[in-house]
Structure formats: structure tokens, C-alpha cells
Nanobody
Framework: QLRLVESGGGLVQPGGSLTLSCTTS????????VGWFRQAPGKAREWVSC??????KYEDFVQRRFTISRNSAKNTVHLQMNGLRPEDTAVYFC??????????????????WGQGTQVIVSS
């Protein structure tokens, strides 16, 4: 069964950058649509971005700040986050779904989830 592992979280000052990674050793991640979600304390999980064979998609609040990409050689999906704000503080999760009609913004469409990585944006 596919198992996802996130890494790259940490503490960063406002305006700083982090790159999150989502990887697996149990399958070819290129065969999956991959999404990033986040959950802040006391708030519902929300979609951030996703990638499929044909497109990259972003929630409006991360447009032009975050970039999702694949590194097929490393079987990894990255989320490059620039211009971080305190409101970006959350646990970030990656999730995978077998390829369908394009990656989804809805958590219910992803069957496989990682354990999450904490991002804290604070001065």
C-alpha cells in the first residue's frame, strides 16, 4: 500500500521560504494525483494545491507564492512556499489519489495521506 511521508516543515520568519516534500518508497508517485492540504489549530483542513498529468492548481490565497512540482527522479512532490505569512501556520499534509479526471481540491477524493509536517511562521 502506498505510504506518504512529508518533510521540510519548520519555523520561519514572515516573508521567508520553505520547501515541503512528499515522497514514498512503495509506489511510483508519478502515477498518482497529489494534493497538499493544511490544517491550522482549531480550523478545518483546507486545500492548498494539487498536481496531475496536465495541470497545477492552487487555492487563491497561495497564488504566486506557492509552487507545486514533481521530481520524478526522486519520486517526490514538492511544495515551494515563498512569502510566508503568519496565517500560513498549519500542519501541512500531502495526499494521493490514483489518476482520474484531474486532481481535486476535495479531501474526500484522496485515499492516501501522509502524517503531516508542521509549518510555523512567526517572528
Amino acid at each position: 500500500q502506498l505510504r506518504l511521508v512529508e518533510s521540510g516543515g519548520g519555523l520561519v520568519q514572515p516573508g521567508g521560504s520553505l520547501t515541503l516534500s512528499c515522497t514514498t518508497s512503495s509506489a511510483n508517485l508519478d502515477a498518482y494525483e497529489v494534493g497538499w492540504f493544511r490544517q491550522a489549530p482549531g480550523k478545518a483542513r483546507e486545500w492548498v494545491s494539487c498536481i496531475d498529468d496536465a495541470s497545477l492548481k492552487y487555492e487563491d490565497f497561495v497564488q504566486r507564492r506557492f509552487t507545486i512540482s514533481r521530481n520524478s527522479a526522486k519520486n517526490t512532490v514538492h511544495l515551494q512556499m515563498n512569502g510566508l505569512r503568519p496565517e500560513d501556520t498549519a500542519v501541512y499534509f500531502c495526499a494521493a489519489a490514483q489518476a482520474t479526471n484531474g486532481c481535486s481540491r476535495y479531501a474526500r477524493n484522496y485515499a492516501i495521506w501522509g502524517q503531516g509536517t508542521q509549518v510555523i511562521v512567526s517572528s
